[in-house]
Structure formats: C-alpha cells, structure tokens
C-alpha cells in the first residue's frame, strides 16, 4: 500500500513547498522508492487554463492533455515521472464534479455538505491510482489559515485517520526570518502557523523551516518545544543559488531519512547526488556564457515561462555553458530598436502566446534573425510568427496573417473546428474557451535528412501541445521552394508540426512544447542543439 506525505505551507507563499516535494521525491526514488506527486489548488478555476501567466505563471501540460499548476513541472523535472491529469485537482474541480453528481440525483437526496461530500470528493483525488507507490507526495497550494483551503486541511485530516496515521506523514513548510535591524531570527511565525494547523486537527510531523540564513540549535529547539515536533524533524532550508541545488540541501539535513524513519522504512540504496552537483557546478562555477533573448508578452513575471527557462538552462549544462536569459518585452520592442536590442544576442527564442498584443515586435525579431543568421527558436506562437514574416516578406504575401488576431488578411494560420485524434473528434469551437484546444502529447513525423531528424535522431517523435490553430498545409509547396521546409508533419500529413530554414545555421519552429519534456538530467535534444548552435554563434 502506498504511504502518504502531505506538505502544507505556513506563514507566506512562495516558500518554495513545490520544489521542496519535488526534491523529496528524487531522494526516496533514489533510495530505491517509487514515488507519485500530486497537487491539489486550492482556486475556484476548474483548471489553470483559462489564467493569464501574469496571474499565475505558466500553465503546464501533461502527456495526457491536462492543463496544470506549474508545480508539477517541478515535480516532472526533479522525479523524471510523467504527470497525469489526475495528478492535479482544483477546487473548483471538486465543486463541478460534486454539483454534477447532485443534479444527476445520484445523492439520493441528501443534503450536499462541504463535510463529507466535499472532502470525500478530495480524499477520492489523494487516493485514486494510487495502489502501485510506494509514496504518493500531496502538496496543498496556498497557505494554512487561507479560507480556501480548509477543506483541504480537514480532508487530509481525515484522510490520515483512514489509512492510520503510521502511513500518512504531515511536512508544513513555514518561514522562519531574519530581522536585521536586530539581528535576530525569528520563529514566532512559525509557532503561530503550527498552531493555526493544530487548531484545525492537524499536528505537523516534519517542520521545513525556510530560512535566508541557518538557523542556531537553540531557535530550532524553541520549534520543536514550542511546536511539538521532534528536534530531528525540524529541518532547515537555506536559501539555494539555483534550485538544484535544493535535493542536496535536503539531503544533508536528512529530511529523506526523518522520513523513511517516520515509516519504519529502511533505504534500498543510497542516495545519489552525484548528477546534482555536477549540474550545481556548470551553472555556478561556469566562466563560460552564452546570451539567449526571449522575446515574449509576460517577460515582467518570471514564472510565465518556467519550464522554458528550465529547458534552456538544461541546454547550457548539456553544453558546459551558463545560459543567461535576456527577457525582452515584445510590447514594447520598436522596430527601429530592434538591432541595437538584439545585437548582444546568440539566440533568440519566441515562446508560445495568445493575442494580438506584440505581435510585430515578435515578427520584425524574427526578420532580423533570419537575415543576420543567428539561432532562431520559435515555441508554437513563436512558429507561427515564423511563418507570417517568411510568407510578408520571402513570399511577397504582403497580408499573411493569423485569424486569431486579424479578422481580415490572409489566413496562413487559421481554426481548424474539429481535429481527430484515435478517431474520436474534439471540440474545437471558440464558445467555451476551456478545454478547446489541442493539448497533450501528439505524434510527429520527422523528414529524412532534415536538420531536425538529426537533432532527435529518431524518425517518430511525441511532444505536448497547447493551441488552438494550426498553419495552412496547403501553402507547404510555396514556403519550400523559397527554402523554408515543413519536416515535421502530423502522421495525417495534414498539420505542419516543425519548420526549418535551409540556409541558415539554425533556424527551427515547432508547434508544439518541447519545454515540458526537458529534465535536468536529461536535457531536450532540441534546447541541446539550439544552445549548441548559440556557442558556435558567439
Ligand atoms: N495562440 C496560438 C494558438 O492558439 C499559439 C498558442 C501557444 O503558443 N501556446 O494556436
């Protein structure tokens, strides 16, 4: 039977309760462990799709298509596990599965209650598909005392009593500051969170304390008296350079262990660390640097592009090079300041977007990439702009254009209404902008001696996807013969999946995501290749 980690955070946000989960998870699969991760939001959106990036950073996409909270790309990253849709949980899931379920009658009349209706909704969620881990880690989004998450709190409460608490282990993530003015660390704030958990039945087993400095034996002992935790379960958590650096930082103060130790559970093996201080030293020892430009609407929020920054950064430790992102603000990139922005540049990239806001900026960059023959990456919107500057300004299309934001033009990008995929059709209309696009992983045939045929080296690739309209197959013949070659296609032949620019070094768009897919320990081929193509650009 699988035992269960609930991680709960205290005191503010942001403490780091995803990569903390993400990184306990690699040190118990290391230690011999199979190991699930699950996140549960506690927002009223059925799923983050429908959320602007400046509201809650990227949306993260599973093989199987659900539209998820980024966490669970950390969690993708450190566990190297593929996450499914029912690895991630809103409540306003909850709530339309349950108001479902009552107006289909199938409560047989009784009164819909938070407790139990709610809660077992949510238990239901903690448990399902659950029976082959070994560990199943559940991190509860916000924080301990929020309105929104009190069902949460009382349904892992509950939960714990279910299963016997000798398999269910509560970790809360509290922060623990440091004022200067008085030069004096601080535990009061996490006395309290602790006692807010307690007030609602949940007494914390491991206590992570977020710290910007260590923390003296004596402030953790007033935790332990103070909070009712043994004094080897007060864990402290400094703050790291770069995040991974964080399974080391747990493993040295042995939260992997606390844990096993919590279950009666001995380590199959020890724990390796070696892959995490290689990557540790090329990206803070490395003298070597390469400048990638990311040119996009939601530069000013850095989690917009999470598993993007990620992806390249697992790109330079392919490369032994440090990648520095430059963020440029499509909105406010002018034509005429286009060189003097880009000039510093090895690479460009244009990510994946919505709407109309940017678009020539993204366009003109991409002009001045092609024709100055720097690396060019162009992520599904990005790709899409590819093809509009090619078709304007190599094709003499002068009003090609996307019928997401131009009405009028020529629609080199357009709706398709009905995909199929296994033969079952998809909505795809524009009334309910939840769920309507095409997401998830897709198949893509690869051209024999392309460019990227060589960087996958295998003939059929997979990768995730997350949009709504496609490039026009029927113009492939035009864009060929000027040199841009669709070599990769949907096994129909009929959606253009990648383009690359014959005479040019390096010159890639790709409809779908390969962001996602890329791990530190196992770097994308394509964000390899394009940071590789970045060095030798330098
Ligand atoms: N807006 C574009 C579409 O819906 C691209 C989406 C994206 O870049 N993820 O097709």
């Known amino acids: 039977m699988a035992r269960y980690i609930f991680v709960t ?19 118990l699969q290391s230690r011999g462990y199979k190991v699930r991760l699950r996140k549960l939001d506690p927002y009223l959106n059925v799923d983050p799709g429908t959320m602007s990036p400046f509201q809650h950073g990227e949306v993260y996409v599973t093989d199987d298509g659900a539209e998820t909270d980024l966490d669970l ?22 709530y339309n599965d349950v108001l479902k379920k009552e107006r289909k009658g199938e409560y047989l009349g009784k009164t819909v209650q938070v ?24 991190e509860i989004g916000g924080i301990v005392g929020d309105i929104e998450s009190l069902p949460f709190v009382e349904a892992i409460r509950q939960f714990a009593n279910d299963v016997g608490k000798k398999n269910a282990l509560f970790i809360h993530l509290t922060l623990v500051p440091y004022l200067k003015a008085s030069d004096e660390i601080k535990t009061k704030p996490t006395q309290h969170s602790v006692k807010e958990l307690r007030s609602i039945g949940i007494q914390p087993d491991i206590i992570i304390c977020r710290s910007e400095r260590p923390i003296p034996l004596e402030h953790r002992k007033k935790i332990s008296l103070f909070c009712n935790v043994d004094i ?30 919590y279950f009666k559970l001995k380590s199959k093996k020890p724990a390796n660390l070696k892959p995490w201080k290689k990557i540790k030293k090329i990206i803070l020892q490395n003298k ?82 092609r024709i100055n ?34 009405k009028g033009g020529v629609h080199i990008i357009g709706l398709m209404n009905e995909w199929e995929k296994s033969g079952k059709k998809v909505k795809g209309t524009d009334k309910d902008l939840g769920g309507t696009m095409r997401l998830g992983s897709y198949d893509a045939i690869l051209k024999d001696k392309s460019k990227i045929r060589d960087i996958y080296k295998s003939r059929l690739i997979k990768e995730r996807h997350r949009h709504r309209y496609e490039v026009d197959i029927s113009y ?18 009929k959606l253009p999946e990648i383009i690359e620019l014959k005479k040019h070094p390096w010159f890639i768009g790709v409809q779908f995501h390969p ?16 940071i590789k193509a970045a060095k030798n650009h330098r």
């Open 73 to 94: 790309g950390h969690y993708e990253r450190f566990s190297g596990v593929s996450a499914k849709k029912s690895d991630n949980i809103t409540t306003g899931k909850i």
């Open 288 to 369: 070597k640097q390469v400048n990638i430009g990311i040119i996009g609407k939601y530069v000013e929020l850095k989690d917009a592009y999470k598993s993007l920054d990620e992806a390249l950064t697992h790109g330079g430790i392919k490369n032994n090079i440090k990648v520095n992102l430059v963020r440029i603000d499509s909105e406010k990139l002018k034509v005429s300041e286009i060189k003097n922005k880009l000039k510093n540049l090895s690479g460009i990239l244009i990510p994946g977007g919505f709407g109309k806001r940017g678009t020539e900026g993204k366009i003109e960059a991409i002009r001045y990439a």
């Open 373 to 406: 023959k720097i690396p060019f990456l162009g992520i599904c919107y990005g790709m899409q702009m590819a093809i509009i500057e090619f078709a304007r300004n190599q094709l003499k299309i002068n009003k090609a254009t996307s019928s997401e934001f131009d």
């Open 9 to 27: 955070g205290g005191v503010v946000s942001s403490l780091g309760k995803g990569l903390s989960s993400a990184s306990l998870a690699y040190l």
């Open 232 to 261: 080897k379960n007060v864990i402290e958590t400094v703050d790291v350079k770069t995040i991974y650096e964080a399974p080391i930082s747990f493993f040295n103060q042995k939260l992997d262990i606390q844990v096993l130790n």
């Open 115 to 138: 407790i139990p209706h709610i809660t077992d909704r949510i238990k239901q969620f903690i448990k399902n598909d659950s029976s082959k881990e070994d560990f199943v880690i559940c």
């Open 515 to 530: 962001e996602f897919k890329s791990r530190p320990l196992n770097p994308h081929p394509l964000f390899s290749s394009f």
């Open 476 to 493: 492939k013949e035009k864009f060929e013969r000027k040199g841009l070659i669709f070599s990769g296609l949907s096994p129909n032949h």
